[in-house]
């Protein structure tokens, strides 16, 4: 038997820095990690006014996330977005965010964003770009003040308005996320779409998702965007687009304008074929899909142990119980949300 072949073979890579990929052949390459379960507003849709947040002790150390984060970049993880809550209000999330910039430095990460609700942006948007962020996501679902207030139970829009506006001062390119809800702003799409045109942002539609009690009854709201895609399409042409920013949005150019418009369909259009996608909560608890319940205590692992080892183990083992899709659906016969954990637990 000739041996040659074999002893010239490339050695397999070690545990520890295979890249993860899940049964269905999905590279793992995105993770989104929520920093906080806090927020400065309430949203309607996402949790109910008088949210009870976790205790401290629960919640991740800044060094625990960064491991983590750090752990999954290992193998093979390239985009990182952090969440929240608002992940602006965690205290030391700026030094967060520098140090997980390291990886862009050395190439082994490829984007490192945040989700935010544009409270904060006033004081941090200089910092983020300077640690390395590039490119935000800012959730604003009105431009109308009074309406704002109501979404948001909280908010002030002035306040957001001013932070993109720093964001944008500072560098960092606006990726505008508004919830299109029936009967709330389904009119404001075309005002929306008018104010991204003006300050270069990318605007995305986002259908509501039925997580956590809320308060509220989301068949009321909810808004399938097949529907607004057609009623925008009576005025202006829409040219599907290859692009992707890594996520779940499917992007349109708007030919009058030139501007992009994305569509994020969990119920009309689920975009599970080519997920790529793990979300890491601010417990460290890892959910594989974020509409089903699975779920891999990575707390439980990192505090147990001082080396990686046991946790390449558990990511391993947690990546091959990653599902084909989710079971999303928004019903009335169905009284209970499909995942009955709130977004801002999750990670927006």
């Given at each position: 038997?000739?041996?040659?072949?074999?002893?010239?073979?490339?050695?397999?890579?070690?545990?520890?820095?295979?890249?993860?990929?899940?049964?269905?052949?999905?590279?793992?390459?995105?993770?989104?990690?929520?920093?906080?379960?806090?927020?400065?507003?309430?949203?309607?849709?996402?949790?109910?006014?008088?949210?009870?947040?976790?205790?401290?002790?629960?919640?991740?150390?800044?060094?625990?996330?960064?491991?983590?984060?750090?752990?999954?970049?290992?193998?093979?993880?390239?985009?990182?977005?952090?969440?929240?809550?608002?992940?602006?209000?965690?205290?030391?999330?700026?030094?967060?965010?520098?140090s997980l910039g390291r990886h862009l430095e050395t190439g082994a990460l490829e984007e490192?964003?945040?989700?935010?609700?544009?409270?904060?942006?006033?004081?941090?948007?200089?910092d983020l770009y300077s640690a390395g962020v590039r490119r935000i996501n800012v959730s604003?679902?009105?431009?109308?003040?009074?309406?704002?207030?109501?979404?948001?139970?909280?908010?002030?829009?002035?306040?957001?308005?001013?932070?993109?506006?720093?964001?944008?001062?500072?560098?960092?390119?606006?990726?505008?996320?508004?919830?299109?809800?029936?009967?709330?702003?389904?009119?404001?799409?075309?005002?929306?779409?008018?104010?991204?045109?003006?300050?270069?942002?990318?605007?995305?539609?986002?259908?509501?998702?039925?997580?956590?009690?809320?308060?509220?009854?989301?068949?009321?709201?909810?808004?399938?965007?097949?529907?607004?895609?057609?009623?925008?399409?009576?005025?202006?042409?829409?040219?599907?687009?290859?692009?992707?920013?890594?996520?779940?949005?499917?992007?349109?150019?708007?030919?009058?304008?030139?501007?992009?418009?994305?569509?994020?369909?969990?119920?009309?259009?689920?975009?599970?074929?080519?997920?790529?996608?793990?979300?890491?909560?601010?417990?460290?608890?890892?959910?594989?899909?974020?509409?089903?319940?699975?779920?891999?205590?990575?707390?439980?692992?990192?505090?147990?142990?001082?080396?990686?080892?046991?946790?390449?183990?558990?990511?391993?083992?947690?990546?091959?119980?990653?599902?084909?899709?989710?079971?999303?659906?928004?019903?009335?016969?169905?009284?209970?949300?499909?995942?009955?954990?709130?977004?801002?637990?999750?990670?927006?």
């Amino acid at each position: 038997m000739d041996l040659a072949p074999l002893l010239t073979r490339p050695a397999a890579p070690p545990a520890g820095t295979r890249p993860l990929v899940d049964p269905f052949g999905r590279a793992i390459s995105y993770l989104r990690v929520s920093v906080t379960d806090r927020c400065d507003f309430r949203c309607v849709y996402c949790m109910p006014e008088n949210m009870q947040f976790l205790p401290k002790a629960e919640v991740l150390s800044l060094e625990e996330i960064d491991r983590l984060a750090t752990a999954f970049i290992r193998r093979g993880t390239t985009k990182l977005r952090l969440t929240g809550g608002e992940p602006l209000v965690r205290r030391g999330i700026i030094e967060l965010v520098r140090s997980l910039g390291r990886h862009l430095e050395t190439g082994a990460l490829e984007e490192l964003t945040l989700t935010t609700n544009g409270s904060q942006l006033t004081r941090h948007a200089a910092d983020l770009y300077s640690a390395g962020v590039r490119r935000i996501n800012v959730s604003l679902d009105t431009l109308d003040p009074a309406k704002f207030a109501e979404i948001t139970r909280w908010g002030r829009l002035p306040q957001v308005l001013a932070g993109i506006e720093a964001a944008t001062a500072a560098g960092l390119h606006v990726k505008l996320n508004m919830v299109a809800l029936a009967g709330v702003n389904d009119t404001e799409v075309d005002a929306m779409l008018a104010f991204a045109a003006q300050g270069g942002h990318d605007l995305v539609l986002i259908e509501t998702m039925p997580l956590g009690e809320i308060g509220v009854d989301r068949v009321d709201h909810y808004l399938p965007l097949s529907r607004v895609r057609a009623d925008l399409e009576t005025r202006l042409t829409l040219t599907d687009l290859p692009d992707s920013t890594g996520g779940p949005a499917r992007y349109v150019r708007i030919e009058q304008t030139g501007q992009r418009l994305g569509f994020i369909t969990p119920l009309t259009h689920n975009f599970c074929e080519s997920c790529n996608r793990v979300r890491l909560t601010a417990t460290g608890q890892l959910y594989m899909c974020l509409g089903q319940d699975d779920v891999a205590d990575l707390r439980a692992v990192i505090r147990a142990h001082d080396d990686d080892q046991e946790l390449d183990k558990a990511l391993d083992e947690a990546i091959t119980r990653k599902p084909k899709g989710h079971d999303f659906v928004i019903d009335r016969r169905a009284a209970a949300p499909a995942v009955r954990r709130h977004m801002s637990v999750t990670g927006g």
